[in-house]
């Protein structure tokens, strides 16, 4: 090897050292490019693929303007609805759904009823009965307005309210104004805290369901302008019975110590996963979640201005990072609160829980997994603890519901399916 090769493997000689140097330098210039064009284009992308689904369900309903979504059917509408909660927005459409019926308690003919019965306002049953009330909700809107689930939930649901309704402890304008936030909550919600804001079409559908699950429920809509001539679609029957909503609002939603008890068996529920030194935070949020009004109702101090402050930078980051840099839920990680099928016994089950487990199976997953140590490490029962108390058998649901009416109404319950049989037939609710 003659000394000019030699010198290119000597160290410190100036070939190799100026070889290594040029690469370096070079290695910016060659990769910038890329970097820019991913910073850049992996942002559009997502945002791109985030909108397929809703394009592709608009091309699908085919109602291109306001005057043809007049004949959008209640399946149609279920469909539109599902997507929202199983695939756009799971987490914020629960919450929503959640809230309204915390809304609810800001109304003392309300609050005032739950407290009485010490369903809501017991902390030994207020977490069975939200569950219940969950549960029923979750079936109405998780199913087919036209399967058997759909129409037992709205049967159930009826024969619960029908005593407190003949005797005027449950007023009407109470039920109309509980199934309004229903219909409601959602679009305020996902309007404030989600990536994109509902379309004109998916309003609808919301209109449209909750229309059809009113009348399911024999709530009666003689208060909203056009009750006698009749709804234009979903949409109308929204804008009205929102207007309708504030008004009631405004003049029933008043402070009282009653609304307060019922609100903190739900907020309860909303802080129980998080460690006890972590309550007060979690009450922040909740105030920070109300409105002024609702928030006066229900005695609640508001956020402080620093909660406040981190509140709404978390929330509007979570909605950038979603919009942006998620990439949209696919088919294998579909939400269902619920179980798609019953167990040999024709039972349901829940598929996660918030507080309590009730109707949580007890599989191996369930009793072992990283939701389950969470909950032990925090001094909860997790499913299949306590022989029977959580009902780890799942449940009927034509039985949901207060212990006390267990097994009861059964011959009611079957009348009103067969009602439904007839009435809920998934066609357009409007014509």
């Known amino acids: 090897m003659d000394n000019d090769t030699l010198s290119l493997f000597t160290t410190g000689s100036q070939p190799l050292s100026g070889a290594v140097g040029a690469l370096l330098d070079a290695a910016p210039k060659q990769w910038l490019p890329y970097a820019i064009g991913l910073l850049i284009g992996y942002p559009l992308l997502v945002r791109s693929l985030r909108y397929r689904r809703i394009q592709n369900l608009e091309k699908k309903c085919n109602y291109p303007t306001r005057e043809s979504m007049a004949k959008m059917t209640d399946e149609e509408a279920f469909m539109i609805q599902k997507q929202l909660g199983t695939f756009e927005f799971p987490f914020m459409f629960l919450k929503s759904l959640q809230f309204a019926l915390f809304r609810t308690y800001g109304i003392p003919t309300i609050s005032h009823l739950l407290t009485k019965t010490t369903q809501f306002s017991n902390p030994k049953t207020s977490l069975k009965r939200y569950t219940d009330t969950a549960t029923l909700v979750n079936e109405m809107v998780g199913n087919s307005p036209t399967s058997f689930r759909a129409f037992a ?66 709530i009666a809509f003689d208060e909203l302008p056009s009750a006698a001539s009749g709804f234009k679609d979903g949409i109308h029957w929204l804008e009205e019975i929102e207007v309708w909503s504030k008004a009631y609002e405004e ?122 140590w969470l909950t032990w490490a925090l001094g909860h029962p997790v499913p299949g603890d306590e022989g029977d108390k959580y009902h780890p058998t799942g449940y009927h649901i034509q039985d949901i519901g207060p212990k006390f009416f267990e097994g009861k109404g059964q011959k009611a319950i079957e009348e009103t399916m067969k009602e439904l049989e007839i009435t809920r037939t998934g066609k357009c609710p409007f014509h």
Request: aromatic share 14%; proline share 6%; charged share 20%.
């Open 251 to 372: 003049k029933y939603m008043l402070p009282d110590v009653k609304n307060r008890e019922t609100a903190d068996q739900t907020t309860a529920v909303i802080v129980y996963m998080l460690p006890t030194a972590l309550h007060p935070i979690g009450l922040q949020f909740v105030s920070f979640m109300m409105d002024e009004r609702l928030r006066k109702a229900m005695l609640y101090d508001p956020p402080s201005a620093f909660w406040s402050s981190v509140f709404s930078v978390l929330l509007t980051t979570r909605k950038l990072f979603t919009r942006y840099l998620m990439l949209p839920r696919p088919q294998f990680l579909k939400v269902n609160s619920i179980s798609q099928q019953p167990d040999e016994h024709n039972k349901f089950y829940l598929t996660s829980w918030e507080a309590d487990p009730y109707y949580i199976k007890p599989t191996f997953w369930n009793r072992w997994g990283p939701m389950a």
């Open 153 to 218: 939930s709205i049967a159930r649901t009826r024969f619960l309210h029908s005593g407190y309704r003949a005797s005027g402890k449950i007023l009407d304008s109470d039920m109309l104004y509980t199934l309004a936030l229903f219909a409601l909550e959602p679009i305020r919600f996902i309007g404030r805290f989600e990536w994109r804001e509902l379309t004109e079409l998916e309003r609808c559908a919301l209109g449209t369901f909750w229309k059809s699950v009113g009348d399911g429920l024999g």
